[in-house]
């Protein structure tokens, strides 16, 4: 049984953070919700497990005492405000907090690859961050969660493919295989590393619901309908240049975004960039179970019109 009981997490509105809030009080823990003031988490379900600390995410001071008691930091913060979780870090270890989780979740951060885009630099500088404070309080401890792209809100959005409107950009091709995760998945990867505190201590876990390419989950929406589908075939060294061409020019949150997602795509389709994690697979010890390739047809099936 693990020692970690009570759980804080940041980012509970969000596409990750509402199924990982919805998977953590049905497995019991206690969860606090730190919201931005004025944010939306008020409109959260009611639940005896819950609670809502409203805090400034840039003061470390300020949200310190909302975290004394706390066993575990989730952070599910959107990508724009990735590289400002210094502040949060900085109270869960002042205020006694065990283990953080940062929000990790998408590319394989450790890949060289992937450090020389801004994304995985945020990701990797949180990671940095957290080492040398386990490094002087090894008390304080952290696991990095990487799950390649979203696959259940990749697909219903466009984001991999889109069986609703039968289009899809396909990267270097569309055949390079990639790990790819469902939203439960990820959220029972987090109860995972919860469970298991020694052995997800202080590195990344690597998880995913499966690997696959974008051309073979074209190919289970043509069984089902066989309508031919519109394609634009992108090599990411171009999307690379588009994307950092709009992060030189982003003038706001939306548009930043936007530049983060071709880095993103960049990421998770191009090979070099260590986008099928079966060699060092976590599923095992999160207790996440692989997806057979008829589930993820019937995934796929389910979002065509």
Known sequence: MSPFTKIALA???????RPVLQALLDADFQVLVL??????????????????AEVDFSSSEQM???LVGID???????????????????????????RFIPAEFGMNTPNPQCQKLPVGAWKQSAQSYLANKHASNPAFTYTAVATGAFLDWGIEVGFIVDPSRHTATLYNGGDVPFSTTNLA?????????IRNPAETANRVVYVHSTVTTQNKLIG????????TWTTTVKDTDTLLKESFAAFEKADGAASTEAAANGFSACACFTSSYGC?????????????????????RSLVQKCLP
């Open 11 to 17: 980012g509970a509105t969000g596409n990750l953070g």
């Open 35 to 52: 919201s931005r003031i004025g944010g939306s988490s008020s409109k959260l379900q009611t639940h005896p497990n819950l609670s809502i």
């Open 64 to 66: 310190r005492p909302s």
């Open 72 to 98: 575990v930091v989730i952070s599910c913060l959107a990508t724009v405000a990735i590289d400002s979780q210094n502040p949060l870090i900085d109270a869960a270890e002042a205020a006694g907090v065990k």
């Open 185 to 193: 998945d990820i959220a029972k990867a987090l109860i995972g590393v």
């Open 220 to 227: 289970y929406a043509m069984e089902k309908d066989g309508k």
């Open 276 to 296: 099928d994690f079966s060699e060092h697979l976590d599923n095992a010890l999160l207790g996440v179970e692989t997806l057979d390739e008829a589930s993820v």
